[in-house]
Each structure stands twice: as C-alpha cells, then as structure tokens.
C-alpha cells in the first residue's frame, strides 16, 4: 500500500461532512486522534489484500472503490467523498480486509483516524456509530445502484449522472478527471467515453481539458442524466446524510 501523502498537523475535521455531522461531544471524543493528510491522485490507502490500520474521511477529495478479477479486470463499484470514509472494515474485531480496493481518484485533505481509537470511541459515543452505519447503508445502495446503471442505462445518461455525482461531492464545476478514470467508474472503453464527452461538448454540457473536465450547463446534465441521480440523492439524504447539497 502507498504512503505517499503528505500530513499536516492542524487537523481540521468539519470538512468532512460525516464528521461534521457529529454532535460536538462526539467530535470532540475523535478530535485528539485526528491527523490530516493530503494523499496523491492513486495513492491506494485500503487493498483487499492487507487489512488497514487507519480510517479516512474526505474533504474534497474523491476515492475510486474497485474490485479486479484473477485476470487483472477492474471495474469500479462506488465513490467516496466528504460524505463518508475509506477503511471502515479496520472497525471489526480481527483481520478484516476490505472488500474493495480504494485509490484517490481526485485529490483533496484527508482526516486520519487510527481504527484502534476508533474502536475506542465507538464503545463510548453509540451516535458516531450510528452515523457509520447510516453511512455504510448509503453506500451499499449506492454501490448496487452502479451495478444496475452499467447494465441497463446508455453511456451519455450514466455519464452525464456520474460528472453530477462528482461535481455535487467535490463542490466544483472543474473536475480533476482522466478519461481513463471515468471509464472505469462508467464501465466503458476509453474510445466510447472520449466519443460520449465530444457529443457534450458540442451541445454545450462540458469542456474537456488535460487531465480536467469543466461542467458549464448543469440543467442540460440533469436532464439527460439517468434517474440514477435522483434515486442516489435520495437514498443518502433519507438517511439524513444531508451529503450532495443541490
């Protein structure tokens, strides 16, 4: 596993919204455990291979969860931002590895929590675990509603759902994104995700630059995006994991 990130030593928590969300004794309860970190674009911080040791909440950031076959396929089955956290398996008793492998897909602060203080305050504050387990529910939904889009939506509908997805979880127009990255999040080859933007592009939707995605017409995105949007939004914000203000 990477550990190319650099720290920081003023940790700052309520960037991250499940976080944030937390009563201020419960905030408290984790604050003295929290390190923040800026980890780089691809930087894996949970393999399924090896059990982690810390938990880590978003900012702004973006991580691309993952899952590759004995040939080395990979299709990605869910993103994680300020909404929620990368690692939580490091919360069960015993080596637990993860079920995904996860990597930076967009770059941003981190807050680290070590899972074994983690542990501690779950035992203390039931409200923090409450909130993950909120969490890790949105998740689930979220990871079998990409199941379903792959198979029964057309490439410019999940699309342009997914650009809004990331656009709503980083709280910016300007998306650090690869084609290659969004091929993998959409289940398509590179040919038909470069031939899928061209076609927004030239109807206004986007702008696509090195590395980068700018979004100029979000009504336009909403109204050709799949119903996935909507039913994603929802099923966070159900919860009370008020997660992609619109």
Not at 28 to 53: F, K, M, N, Y
Request: one cysteine or more; proline letters at 6%.
């Amino acid at each position: 596993m990477s550990h190319a990130s650099s720290q920081k030593s003023s940790p700052h928590a309520g960037l991250n919204r499940l976080l944030a969300d937390l009563p201020r004794a419960d905030r408290d309860e984790l604050a003295a455990a929290i390190r923040v970190e800026h980890p780089a674009r691809g930087q894996v911080l949970a393999t399924t291979s090896e059990s982690g040791t810390d938990v880590w909440f978003p900012h702004e950031g973006i991580v691309a969860l993952s899952s590759t076959d004995q040939d080395g396929h990979s299709a990605q089955t869910g993103v994680v931002g300020a909404e929620g956290c990368v690692g939580i398996e490091a919360l069960l008793d015993g080596p637990v590895p993860p079920m995904a492998d996860a990597a930076v897909q967009i770059e941003g602060d981190m807050s680290v929590i070590p899972a074994r203080a983690l542990r501690t305050a779950l035992r203390r504050r039931p409200l923090i675990r409450e909130a993950l387990v909120k969490y890790l529910y949105g998740l689930s939904a979220q990871s079998m509603r990409i199941v379903a889009c792959n198979r029964l939506h057309p490439l410019e509908r999940r699309c342009c759902t997914w650009l809004l997805v990331l656009r709503d979880r980083t709280g910016s127009d300007e998306l650090p994104l690869t084609q290659d990255s969004l091929a993998a999040l959409l289940g398509g080859g590179r040919p038909r995700i470069n031939r899928t933007l061209a076609t927004l592009e030239s109807g206004g939707l986007l702008r696509r630059g090195r590395g980068r995605i700018r979004l100029l017409n979000r009504p336009g995105l909403e109204q050709r995006a799949c119903e996935c949007f909507d039913t994603i939004f929802r099923a966070y914000n159900s919860l009370g994991l008020a997660a992609f203000p619109r």
